[in-house]
């Protein structure tokens, strides 16, 4: 399979988005697009789906658009739940619908042969054994399992219709569904999106063993260095692809850059020289045909461009705290967070300066101990104080979802009705609202230009403690940088939540990890945190003796060794016996009337039967090894 376009142009609503794009999926392709927010990334997606197609060019040139063979392209907003009664367990299940119909007739092909033991139903259910072992029928039933696991599903959920979950809940879902479907080329936007740092791993080791091509748009440096080999970058409305993950692609650019910066300047420098020396010796009878020479070997020169510069736009905050002088700024004693019931317990001390990284799976109380902190959650035990002169700037994950039909400068202005409306647009200015771009309303902001609104206002405000709940969502890799940036340098006390962990890394010197239904405080930053928590991990070496042992000496004679296999033979057949009487029952149990309709009660039936008959392979092997060696005993005799 390959999929390939070339000199590609994608026009939406008569604007060039992209343009030149040169792109290629093979059979094991492990892809990212990267850029900045807005540049088209998703847009290549969708031509890549063929919900798009390409346009003529700005000169009326046609790309190509070529596909080999008939991939199945999956993408996250084709997976639609037809029906919302189905459990979650039936929705997952349904990616393994091949295997499935596979698993259906290779039970019927074993009933029949165990009917009629001829060769050809021998030879039919052999290959259909094959074909299930080479499908992963064996596995797969494992692999859903710990990918619902990982996703943060509970054994109770499992089994709950699909119309009882939330929207981001049924989010994840439909991406555990399509990836489990294993398309051939798998497109993802932005899979780690709301997923815990558990989740996000999983799906990185899922990903490194994936068979197929994929194909992923994110703003996780992390993810990416852990699962791509190629990057395309999108920048200035064109496509380059560099081979490697994330960080090789960030070296590789800044080296073709120099380079081309490099060639660039040198032509330059040998053009200036050779219309020097034509213009030294244009005057010259003897030396007019040098001169021309020289003028015609700048026009023979195919030009090198100057490099574009790096689209480095972001927004910037130089603040300081207003009031730095506050010590212990905030003390938390057995507080006891959640809703209707507990989800944890935390007891920690807050100084001035503190970088606390939040981190735990998702459902375990890092949003609703912000919550609770900032008087949104009422608490249901325990207590907790802020320092008397404790400012906190607050960023909730909604205001990404903030909705209002004033325009940015009046949103603003709204909140320092002090200000000048100069002061005012010089703010807004540094955080990427300039020009006309202040008269737009809020309703009309991209989910991060709402965040880079939102974090505008709280920078004004000046306070010494940050609390912020997965403020980078919806930033792209440079905003991320700069946010980085920002808290580091801040010289009051920052608590935030995040499962983006190359930010927690950077930003954080403490981590709050909440695990179970307590929170842990470790005095360092997450590489430390990480370095410990895999020590702890790692199993304890085995201690062997040195000593030999001594072997027991063991005294037999050819009527013990006979009555030994004899009783080899008699226990094999009787665990065969037995194994036989259960598989009889399971079947009269996958035959009843009451059980056909009853789908979680068949595959577990299902899972039985296959127990049983594996461990029927088993005993007639050790019967047939017993019968053998009783044979030639008896002939020796």
Request: proline share 3%; aromatic share 8%.
């Amino acid at each position: 399979m390959q999929l390939k376009i070339q000199a590609g142009t994608v026009e939406l609503s008569g604007k060039e988005i992209l343009k030149d794009i040169n792109f290629e999926i093979n059979d094991t392709s492990r892809i990212a697009i990267v850029g900045r927010n807005g540049c088209g990334k998703t847009t290549l997606l969708r031509l890549i789906s063929g919900e798009y197609t390409l346009s003529a060019s700005e000169n009326g040139k046609e790309g190509y658009f070529t596909v080999s063979g008939s991939p199945v392209i999956g993408v996250l907003s084709q997976i639609t739940f037809e029906d919302d009664s189905l459990t979650l367990l039936e929705e997952v299940r349904s990616a393994y619908s091949e295997i499935l119909a596979l698993k259906s007739e290779l039970y019927d092909a074993q009933m029949k042969m165990e009917n009629d033991q001829s060769q050809e139903n021998i030879r039919n259910y052999t290959n259909l054994l094959d074909t299930f072992t080479n499908a992963g029928g064996f596995y797969f039933e494992k692999e859903y399992e710990a990918a619902i696991k990982h996703f943060g599903f509970t054994e109770e959920q499992k089994l709950r219709p699909l119309s009882e979950f939330s929207g981001g809940q049924r989010t994840k879902i439909a991406l555990l569904k399509l990836i489990l479907s294993k398309p051939d080329i798998l497109l993802l936007d932005e899979p780690t999106n709301h997923l815990d740092i558990e989740a996000v791993e999983w799906l990185e080791d899922y990903l490194k063993e994936y068979k197929k091509a994929f194909v992923v748009v994110s703003h996780d440096r992390m993810f990416l260095d852990n699962t791509v080999s190629t990057v395309y970058e999108i920048e200035h409305g064109k496509i380059t692809g560099y081979s490697g993950n994330y960080t090789q692609f960030t070296t590789a650019k800044k080296q073709l850059r120099e380079q081309q910066l490099k060639a660039y300047n040198a032509q330059r420098k040998e053009i200036e020289r050779l219309k020097e020396l034509a213009e030294r010796f244009k005057a010259k009878p003897t030396k007019a045909a040098m001169a021309k020479s020289k003028l015609k070997q700048i026009e023979q020169m195919v030009p090198i461009e100057a490099p574009e510069s790096y689209d480095l736009r972001t927004f910037k905050a130089d603040f300081e705290p207003e009031d730095i002088g506050v010590k212990d700024m905030l003390s938390v004693k057995n507080l006891r967070v959640g809703y209707d019931r507990v989800l944890s317990e935390i007891n920690i001390e807050i100084k001035n300066g503190d970088h606390v990284g939040i981190i735990g799976g998702n459902g375990l109380g890092k949003s609703t101990f912000i919550r609770t902190l900032m008087g949104r959650v009422n608490p249901l035990g325990g207590e907790f104080r802020f320092a008397n002169r404790a400012k906190i700037g607050y960023f909730d994950q909604q205001m990404a979802q903030y909705s209002s039909g004033n325009t940015v400068l009046d949103d603003f202005m709204s909140d320092f009705p002090a200000v000048t409306e100069n002061e005012a647009r010089s703010a807004l200015g540094a955080f990427l609202f300039s020009g006309e771009e202040v008269f737009k309303t809020v309703d009309m902001l991209s989910g991060g230009e709402r965040v880079r609104l939102a974090l505008c206002k709280i920078f004004k405000k000046r306070p010494n403690f940050l609390i912020l709940d997965e403020p980078t969502n919806h930033m792209d890799i440079i905003g991320k940088e700069t946010l980085e940036d920002m808290l580091s340098n801040f010289s009051g006390t920052v608590m935030f939540v995040s499962h983006d962990r190359y930010f927690v890394k950077k930003a954080a010197a403490q981590i709050l990890e909440f695990s179970g239904d307590t929170a842990t405080l470790y005095p360092y930053g997450y590489e430390q945190y990480l370095e410990k928590h895999n020590t702890e991990k790692k199993p304890e070496p085995e201690i062997k003796s040195e000593k030999p042992k001594k072997e027991k000496k063991t005294y037999t004679t050819p009527a013990k060794e006979r009555s030994k296999a004899e009783h080899a033979v008699k226990k094999a057949e009787q665990r065969i016996s037995e194994l036989e009487s259960k598989i009889k029952e399971v079947n009269t149990e996958l035959s009843r009337e009451e059980n056909i309709s009853d789908y979680i009660k068949i595959s577990e039936l299902q899972d039985i039967l296959q127990r049983l008959q594996e461990e029927t392979e088993t005993a007639l092997s050790e019967w047939e090894a017993a019968s053998e060696k009783l044979a030639m005993l008896s002939v020796d005799i």
